[in-house]
């Protein structure tokens, strides 16, 4: 079955720089893609915030990409997509993307023991969607969900690579340590920048789940299914970042998660 193509951008949005571990997912699968990411650095963080202020937050950041006329949407931040996008499903037409679907999905065929441990931020953790979704897919899965504020500042930070990060890790990740998790869900942007710490402390037998991956292979799933249709046949994807505030710092962070990859140029944007 051929699905017909599709020359305008996907829309991937985060609360900052954090979801560009995602963009960076989709860009490597999907070169001949073009995609504008916004990142919310006027208002980041989103993991601190009500769930009505977030979800307030998704519906805003959305509508702008839709009038940039995305042809989908990724939710790249994992808060945003426990509190904003069954909001955000009723309101827009075009495909709409979260991080937690795939992780839980992921996380459920990886785990031998059933028992799952999930990081995020505070609203996050609160939200229960990590939980409510794993049950959804298995109602036998033990979750053990866990909110981890000082993981980003370390990675926004850069001290990822820093003796005191090993302790923090170690010390904020004991209650996983001690439930003897099998799977643990990176649940927030920032987490897969400090994968090599988390799994020297969780130990190699656990098993990470980086929701950037799985977003990358749900949407393949989607461009071939051609819920999303994709780019003409030779395209070459084109990168367009915009952000609400402090560019360049945004530009700063951004090469970090980019491995390396400066970021030329950055559009500041008014919601
Ligand atoms: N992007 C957020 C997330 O994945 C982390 C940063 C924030 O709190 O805004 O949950």
């Known amino acids: ?46 993991g601190a915030k009500s769930a009505r202020t977030v979800e307030r937050y998704t519906l805003q950041v959305a509508s702008y990409l839709v009038k940039r006329e995305v042809k989908a949407l990724v939710v790249a931040c994992n ?10 499903r009723q309101r827009v037409t075009i495909p709409v993307q979260g991080v937690i679907q795939p992780g839980c999905r992921m996380a459920a065929r990886l785990s031998r023991g059933g028992l799952i441990g999930v990081i995020g931020t505070r609203t996050t953790v609160a939200s229960g969607a990590y939980p409510h979704t794993l049950h959804f897919l298995d109602p036998a899965l033990r979750v053990t969900s866990l909110a981890c504020p000082l993981f980003v500042p370390l990675v926004e930070e850069d001290w990822v690579s820093h003796a005191a990060a090993r302790m923090i890790v170690e010390e904020t990740l004991r209650p996983l340590v001690a439930a003897s998790v099998d799977t643990l869900i990176l649940g927030c942007t920032h987490y897969p920048l400090l ?18 991956e799985a977003v990358a292979e749900e949407m393949a799933s989607h461009l071939v299914k ?45 919601l």
């Open 1 to 46: 079955m051929s699905v017909g193509t599709d020359s305008h951008p996907i829309g991937v949005f985060d609360s900052g720089v954090g979801g560009l571990t995602v963009l960076k997912a989709l860009v490597r699968r999907f070169p001949e893609e073009g995609f504008i990411y916004l990142g919310d650095t006027a208002r980041v963080p989103y």
């Open 79 to 88: 808060t945003a997509s426990a509190l904003g996008l069954a909001a955000l």
């Open 226 to 270: 051609g819920i999303v249709r994709p780019a003409p046949p030779g395209s070459q994807g084109r990168l367009t970042y915009l952000v609400t505030d402090v560019a360049d710092r945004f530009q700063e962070v951004a090469t970090r998660f980019l491995d390396g990859v400066p970021v030329s140029h950055v559009e500041m944007i008014d």
């Open 195 to 212: 994968k090599e710490v988390i799994a020297g402390v969780m130990g190699e037998k656990v098993a990470l789940v980086d929701s950037a």
